[in-house]
């Protein structure tokens, strides 16, 4: 709390410095965000009715729990593949030697991931470690492949939000698991990086010349929706291609050239239903990742049929996602910088081939 009430003071002298220099909301646009939320990793706060402000809170202990997956896997699984990764709740996995999504170490490693657990030292429940899993496959809906090869992760493991993990013995003969510490010895209280929708669901604050005050507003809106929002706003252009769309309703119709004004409801029905088929954390994303989990945690060394076929569907399902997404983004970018204003029947068009792709990739996520 302490460390809140120090950024709240040093950002007051701040607006104070700007206001004496003639800067403030109604010349100037202000944008507000963060990276990503966070997951809280402590025990039962005492007092119960604690609220950290009026009643501060104590916790008996604070912190990630840090986890061996090396030694998990080769303990609970026989697992003893060599392979790196990158310590995190969300571990991107290299397996030595770059195996195929396909080969059979490949297949077991995804398996034994799905079959990890631990004895959680707050809850004193046996958690599955894995909320999801990824690979090339899956990730590739969730646009986690990049132009280089090398760069492309063997598997992703979605985490329980309270483990961090890593590499190390391949044996817990030191403990695979490192319980937290009574505060303040343990510094690492807030654990990131995963789906859970504490982690995933942020913030952003605009305010300015063109910018509607709508106080608090549950638009569903990712990170890439942030440039374009602001270079519309300023009246800027470049040659960038954007993942995202211009957020018509939090800004005034004078704000935003005419393109954006016809047909107006829509070219935001149309934004929203992109931003569902294509943003990560869209309807999309999470649908696909069920199904991706699914294929990994199925089978066995002698029949992997249920993988390849439900691979095989997420390959063809993310074709058609970017396929149609590609021409709604297209649409999108024109009306907001190519005064090209949307054409109503080819968007109601794509609108409908979207909305019928949602529904065809959440039935297949349906176990």
Avoid at 58 to 71: C, I, P, Q
Wanted: include cysteine.
């Amino acid at each position: 709390m302490q460390q809140l009430k120090n950024y709240d003071e040093a950002f007051g002298k701040f607006f104070d410095r700007l206001v004496a220099a003639g800067i403030n909301k109604s010349n100037t646009l202000f944008v507000f965000t963060v990276e990503e939320g966070d997951h809280f990793v402590g025990s039962q706060p005492t007092p119960a009715d604690c609220d950290g402000v009026n009643t501060p809170c104590t916790y008996s202990l604070v912190g990630e729990v840090n986890g061996n997956l090396t030694g998990l896997l080769a303990t609970q699984q026989g697992i003893t593949t060599s392979f790196t990764v990158h310590a995190d709740m969300a571990p991107t996995i290299y397996l030595t030697g770059n195996p195929s999504r396909t080969d059979a170490v490949t297949r077991d490693f995804g398996r034994a991931l799905g079959q990890l657990t631990a004895v959680n030292p707050y809850t004193g429940q046996t958690d599955n470690l894995s909320a999801a899993l990824a690979d090339p496959v899956g990730m590739k809906a969730l646009h986690m492949v990049t132009a280089d090869p090398q760069r492309t992760p063997t598997l992703v493991m979605f985490a329980h939000p309270d483990y961090f993990l890593f590499t190390g013995a391949a044996n817990c003969t030191s403990p695979c698991l490192t319980v937290p510490t009574t505060p303040p010895t343990s510094t690492f209280a807030w654990n990131h990086g995963g789906i859970q929708p504490e982690i995933a669901t942020t913030w952003l604050g605009m305010v300015g010349p063109g910018v509607r005050h709508r106080g608090d507003d549950d638009t569903w809106a990712d990170h890439t929706d942030t440039r374009p929002t602001m270079l519309t706003l300023v009246g800027l252009q470049d040659t960038y291609d954007h993942d995202g769309r211009v957020l018509i309703d939090q800004l005034h119709r004078w704000a935003v050239p005419k393109t954006l004004r016809a047909h107006r409801e829509t070219l935001r029905r149309l934004g929203e239903v992109y931003k569902q088929l294509n943003a990560p954390f869209g309807q999309f994303g999470m649908d696909t990742l069920a199904i991706s989990t699914r294929a990994l945690k199925s089978g066995s060394a002698n029949d992997d049929s249920t993988y390849t076929a439900l691979e095989n569907t997420l390959n063809a399902l993310t074709h058609q996602r970017d396929a149609l997404a590609e021409q709604m983004r297209s649409m999108l970018e024109e009306a907001a910088f190519g005064a090209q204003a949307i054409e109503e029947a080819q968007a109601r068009k794509l609108i409908f081939k979207a909305e019928k792709l949602l529904h065809q990739v959440h039935r297949a996520a349906q176990p």
